[in-house]
């Protein structure tokens, strides 16, 4: 029999068969894998551990083959057949092992993704040790109220504004009114909109105005230090927040925590998904609560939380038109700027750009009167940052056309 294949050799697993024989694909000990095809039917089931050689396939005693990872896990689901085990996260069925009691909450060491071993503890034990969430971990949520922001620092978009309040403050003002009216409570708030829309900016205003307690919680910062804890963590702060006279709960980049929970999508992000569901329905008509969350990527987001009863309200910041540009640079020009810049021109100028964009052109600006050794911004400075970051934009968008080809 003779076998062609690259040049590949050594101990390998046979992985799929076709039905003659005459085609093997293996994988190696390394991970690599190759096909292997047979001038003749061969005899190899799935699993078995071969040594390919030059020209040929032999079979070779299954122990040679290195035995499979060991893992813990914490058993949580029993039937008589199968049980679901959880390791480091995420949710695996396996065959009830033969000869082994089992219990729900069991720690227990297994190997490969089929087998397992033995019961290491009666009790579950967390893959990492993680501290438990307290008050003191709630309090680095909670934002102290402060004056150093104002509604006057929001340029343009009055009609946000105005919106925003009366979405947020008047319900949780007049809360008790609403009720005795019967009026179904407001409960979530999205803002929406392209990057850089100052969705952050008017939350972050919000929180410094209002008399709430604020909590302020990041999705992505969740996602990375809090993954562990982060249904704790949120069921915690909703806690926290029914027991203010008011609050406001805000997720900032929700997308993050909350993708669709489609089959592939991370186990961690379903159960956060699952517990903000449960901590939303769960408010009382009486818990004065209201929640703000933003995303530039609404699609993204789990749908059940944008159904009624939960972020039914959203807010959309679209792109300055021309007067709220030129509202946006007049407010964001820094004090070290001479006065009577040609604002209505670049606002003119700027169809489509951001507000972050129109003010980072202070930035680039600045850098211009720095390198000339000056305190103070000139029109050349402006406008040689409106230049700035105009390339940079149009990069960017090349970019992007690049991307999506
Ligand atoms: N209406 C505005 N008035 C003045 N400055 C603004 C305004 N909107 C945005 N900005 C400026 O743009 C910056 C970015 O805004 P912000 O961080 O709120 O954007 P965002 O909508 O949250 O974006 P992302 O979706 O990327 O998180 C702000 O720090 C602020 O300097
Ligand atoms: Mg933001």
């Not at 499979?68 to 057949?81: A, P």
């Not at 159960?271 to 209201?290: C, H, I, P, Y």
């Amino acid at each position: 029999m003779i076998w062609e294949y690259d040049s590949m050799t050594g101990l390998a697993r046979v992985k799929v068969v076709s039905d003659d024989g005459t085609f093997v694909h293996v994988e190696f000990t390394n991970g690599n894998g190759t096909v292997c095809f047979s001038d003749e039917p061969s005899e190899f089931t799935v699993g078995d551990v071969v040594l390919v050689t030059d020209n040929t396939l032999e079979k070779a005693p299954q122990e040679l083959w290195p035995s499979e990872k060991s893992w813990v896990g914490v058993i949580k689901l029993l039937h008589t057949d199968e049980v679901v085990v959880e390791i480091g996260g995420s949710l695996h069925i396996m065959p009830h092992p033969t000869g082994t009691t089992l219990k729900v909450g069991n720690t227990v060491e297994g190997f490969g993704l089929s087998k397992i071993a033995r019961v290491i503890s009666d009790s579950p034990i967390r893959f990492i040790d993680l501290p438990g969430v307290d008050d003191v971990t709630i309090r680095q949520f909670k934002e102290e109220s402060s004056s150093s922001r104002s509604f006057d620092d929001f340029a343009g978009s009055a009609g946000i504004v105005a919106r925003a309040k009366e979405l947020i403050e008047t319900p949780l003002k007049y809360y008790k009114e609403l009720d005795e009216i019967g009026a179904r409570p407001i409960k979530g708030v999205l803002f929406t909109g392209d990057p850089g829309t100052g969705k952050t900016l008017l939350a972050k205003i919000i929180a410094s105005r209002s008399d709430a307690t604020f909590y302020q919680i990041s999705g992505p910062q969740i996602m990375n230090k809090w993954l562990g804890q982060s249904e704790e963590l949120i069921r915690k702060i909703f806690e926290d927040a029914a027991k203010q006279d008011k609050a406001i709960v805000f997720f900032d980049e929700i997308d993050s925590l909350a993708t669709q929970r489609s089959d592939d999508s991370h186990e961690a992000s379903r159960r956060v998904v699952g517990q903000l569901l449960a901590s939303m329905d769960g408010f009382k008509r009486e818990k004065n609560v209201m929640v703000i969350a933003t995303t530039n990527r609404p699609q993204d987001i789990d749908s059940a939380l944008r159904r009624p009863g939960r972020f039914d309200w959203e807010i959309h910041f679209p792109l300055p038109g021309r007067d709220d540009r030129e509202a946006i640079l007049r407010k964001s020009q820094p004090h070290g700027a001479v006065s009577d810049l040609p604002h209505a021109a670049v606002a003119e100028k700027t169809e489509s750009w951001s507000p972050a964009e129109l003010v980072a052109i202070w930035s680039e600006a600045a850098l211009f009167a720095v390198a000339d050794r000056r305190k103070r911004i000139l029109e050349e400075d402006y406008i040689g940052g409106f230049e700035q970051v105009a390339t940079q934009r149009a990069r960017k968008e090349a970019e992007r056309k690049n991307r999506e080809g």
